[in-house]
């Protein structure tokens, strides 16, 4: 089964610095999406960005961009120019090509520290 | 502004009570999908529709779940009889699938029903 690790349960970062969140998944699958959702204290689920796998060129949404390491597994988010705004929990979620379901991280909280 | 709303937004019962809650997905979303989010099992699928039909429950306590699409625009997940351990938010998503079930477009999540059972 597919399982995604989030291993940084809190992070926290100086407005308008950068800040990196980490995550990690495991599949025997070659085509896949990626995803990274935030939800802040309203608990709307809020979807940031997305990650198909078969493309090798990481995906971007203004301040948002990732770090796509197929080979390693890896799923990293950059959030460029922090704003107060932004804190949130933030899940990296993996989704089978062809399937349904999403599979979610354990979610990292982000702090931004004014 | 479209948007998956969900009803109602809090809801606390006692243990032994029935629990509705409910869904309208985004007005041509054919694919909606139910997920439980706990501070111990984070976010997991309980079930899935596609059509109206239900497509996966595997993620669902059979023997108090129930969830089911009366018409498109409306989606509900009943617990009967509800138990503490069943406190969680509950999500609903919507999204359009084509091609069958090979391909699926993003899921928009509602706001969830905080659902504290004493």
């Known amino acids: 089964a597919q399982t995604v690790t989030q291993s940084q349960p809190e992070m926290s970062v100086q407005e308008a610095e950068t800040v990196t969140l980490s995550c990690t998944y495991d599949t025997s699958e070659s085509d896949y999406y990626l995803f990274w959702y935030k939800q802040p204290p309203s608990r709307q689920m809020i979807l940031v960005i997305r990650?198909?796998?078969?493309?090798?060129q990481n995906a971007t949404e203004n301040r948002f961009s990732v770090n796509f390491q197929k080979a390693a597994k890896s799923f990293s988010l950059k959030i460029s120019d922090s704003q107060l705004g932004d804190a949130a929990m933030y899940f990296c979620a993996y989704r089978e090509w062809g399937a349904q379901k999403l599979v979610f991280g354990q979610g990292t909280r982000l702090t931004i520290n004014p | 502004d479209a948007r998956v709303t969900q009803t109602p937004r809090h809801k606390v019962t006692e243990m032994g009570q029935e629990v509705t809650m409910r869904c309208q997905p985004i007005l041509g979303h054919n694919t909606v999908f139910w997920y439980r989010q706990t501070m111990m099992q984070g976010l997991e699928l309980l079930a899935y529709f596609r059509n109206r039909a239900p497509l996966d429950d595997s993620g669902m306590p059979k023997d108090r779940f129930s969830a089911e699409m009366p018409d498109a625009t409306l989606a509900t997940l009943k617990i009967q009889p509800s138990e503490p351990r069943d406190s969680a938010v509950y999500f609903c998503?919507?999204?359009?699938?084509?091609?069958?079930?090979?391909?699926?477009?993003?899921?928009?999540f509602g706001p969830g029903t905080r659902l504290t059972v004493t």
């Open positions: 998503a919507s999204g359009l699938g084509q091609g069958g079930q090979t391909f699926l477009y993003e899921q928009y």
């Open positions: 990650q198909e796998a078969y493309k090798q």
